[in-house]
């Protein structure tokens, strides 16, 4: 079976396993989803939640979060993982975004990454969660790992394994697959202790026996 054949499949596959295929993370509009995907980098989505749950009650606009002292922002997000740099980096966005995008978050790729903070993996996350466009593929470090063991890219850099990904995956598919990859790689395909005999990819993994 050639990679593409072999990708339908895996999509095919975890789709019967994760039905809904969408970010775990709670947002009620796109600058919400740009705050909770920047604090999501090395922390889990759970914790994200209970923080932005207060978080999104206290801040209720890209303006709440731009006029803020930066010493009140870092406090609110203090349990999150690099706090510091995130607060700075959520500040100078909700900044940027008032007086360049009109305090809209842009929903372009050129213009998402030039905001502080944010990558191509934010960007793809926002434009296809917050605005259904699906302008690349997010790649984090489930979607990573899995593409790795899945024989889907021989790539390690994010930017080359999205190519990678982009190249074989159908345009309607480049966010399921995204989502698939990173709910199959917490429940099953985990870093240390893939649990191989329990996954519906087995017969077509080739990390079967790792
Ligand atoms: S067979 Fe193992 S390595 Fe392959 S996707 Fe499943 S859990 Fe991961």
């Given at each position: 079976?050639?990679?593409?054949?072999?990708?339908?499949?895996?999509?095919?596959?975890?789709k019967?396993?994760?039905?809904?295929?969408k970010?775990?993370?709670?947002?009620k509009n796109?600058?919400?989803?740009?705050?909770?995907?920047?604090?999501?980098?090395?922390?889990?989505?759970?914790?994200?939640n209970?923080?932005?749950?207060?978080?999104?009650?206290?801040?209720?606009?890209?303006?709440?979060?731009a006029?803020?002292?930066?010493?009140?922002?870092?406090?609110?997000?203090s349990?999150i993982?690099f706090?510091?740099?995130?607060?700075?980096?959520i500040?100078?966005?909700?900044?940027?975004?008032?007086?360049?995008?009109?305090?809209?978050?842009?929903k372009?790729?050129?213009?998402?990454?030039?905001?502080p903070g944010?990558?191509?993996?934010?960007a793809?996350?926002?434009l296809?969660?917050?605005?259904g466009?699906?302008?690349?593929?997010?790649?984090?470090?489930?979607?990573?790992?899995?593409?790795?063991?899945?024989?889907?890219?021989k790539h390690?850099?994010?930017?080359?394994?999205?190519?990678?990904?982009?190249?074989?995956?159908?345009?309607?598919?480049?966010?399921n697959?995204?989502?698939?990859?990173?709910?199959?790689?917490?429940?099953?395909?985990?870093?240390?202790?893939?649990?191989?005999?329990?996954?519906?990819?087995?017969?077509?993994?080739p990390?079967?026996?790792?």
């Amino acid at each position: 079976m050639d990679t593409k054949k072999r990708l339908s499949e895996i999509i095919k596959r975890l789709k019967k396993e994760y039905p809904e295929p969408k970010t775990a993370l709670n947002f009620k509009n796109p600058f919400e989803l740009l705050v909770a995907t920047v604090l999501s980098a090395q922390t889990t989505d759970v914790h994200v939640n209970k923080v932005t749950e207060k978080l999104f009650q206290k801040y209720k606009s890209v303006k709440d979060f731009a006029d803020t002292p930066l010493v009140t922002l870092k406090k609110n997000i203090s349990s999150i993982n690099f706090y510091n740099n995130k607060a700075k980096n959520i500040q100078a966005s909700a900044k940027m975004i008032i007086e360049k995008f009109n305090s809209r978050v842009p929903k372009t790729m050129e213009e998402l990454v030039i905001l502080p903070g944010v990558a191509r993996k934010t960007a793809n996350i926002v434009l296809s969660n917050a605005y259904g466009i699906n302008e690349g593929i997010a790649v984090d470090t489930h979607v990573k790992r899995l593409s790795y063991r899945l024989g889907l890219t021989k790539h390690e850099d994010p930017v080359k394994i999205e190519r990678d990904l982009i190249a074989i995956t159908p345009k309607e598919d480049w966010e399921n697959i995204s989502h698939l990859l990173i709910f199959h790689g917490r429940k099953l395909c985990q870093a240390k202790k893939p649990n191989h005999s329990e996954c519906v990819l087995y017969d077509i993994c080739p990390s079967k026996d790792i």
